[in-house]
């Protein structure tokens, strides 16, 4: 099975950085994800990583160690807007369809 | 822009009720997902699909059922609802190895 996890909540000020960190457990690893999600809408995509190392994408990046089973999604300059939940999910290729298990997903909240 | 669609957004069925919750999606996606999602439990694996007529049980089936008659449509089917399914739901597709679009949920409350 898979085994995700991943802080429930954080809180950090506008302008910093954070880290948003994540461990997992799975047989078929085929590669991570991180979405966002504002409360009641639907997640969308940030990132993607299938290789070790860190991929980019402008105030955000998302890190990858399959050796350690861990990743981290990390967001600068923060902005009030960043407030939403941060999911991080694992793609099984052992499991059929190339199926994505999400963790519980972490509440960030940015204040002033 | 992909677009993945639920037809309803708030849904309140009765106890005993049979419901029924579409999904349909436009980028000719070969694999579709049903997902609940509930505090403190993130999102949860229903069922899934990767063909047309094709279907398998995610970690949650129970009391559930989905149905694919075309590739662009998947529909969830709650044979009898109970109070304990009120949730929000969530349709994703993807291809094989692309990150999953999600639709805008359905939040259903079985009284």
């Known amino acids: 099975g898979q085994n995700i996890d991943q802080p429930t909540e954080m809180t950090a000020t506008e302008g910093a950085i954070v880290q948003i960190n994540c461990t997992y457990q799975?047989?078929?690893?085929?590669?991570l994800f991180w979405y966002q999600q504002h409360a009641g809408e639907a997640p969308t995509f940030l990132s993607y990583n299938v290789l070790d190392g860190l991929e980019e994408k402008g105030r955000f990046s998302s890190f990858l160690s399959r050796s350690k089973g861990y990743s981290y999604l990390l967001l600068k300059e923060l902005q009030m807007k960043d407030s939403a939940s941060y999911l991080c999910a694992v793609r099984d290729h052992q499991t059929g369809a190339n199926n994505l298990f999400f963790g519980t997903g972490t509440r960030l909240t940015v204040i002033p | 822009d992909v677009k993945v669609t639920q037809s309803s957004r708030y849904l309140v069925k009765r106890t005993g009720e049979k419901v029924f919750l579409e999904c349909v999606q436009d980028m000719d996606h070969e694999n579709m997902f049903w997902y609940r999602q509930d505090p403190g439990l993130g999102l949860r694996l229903i069922y899934f699909s990767y063909d047309v007529k094709m279907k398998e049980k995610g970690d949650i089936p129970e009391g559930y059922s989905v149905s694919r008659e075309k590739k662009e449509r998947f529909s969830l089917i709650l044979e009898s609802a109970s109070t304990n399914q009120t949730s929000m739901y969530l349709c994703?597709?993807?291809?094989?190895?692309?990150?999953?679009?999600f639709g805008q949920g359905t939040r259903l409350t079985v009284v």
């Open positions: 799975t047989s078929g690893f085929n590669g």
């Open positions: 994703a597709s993807s291809e094989e190895v692309s990150e999953a679009f």
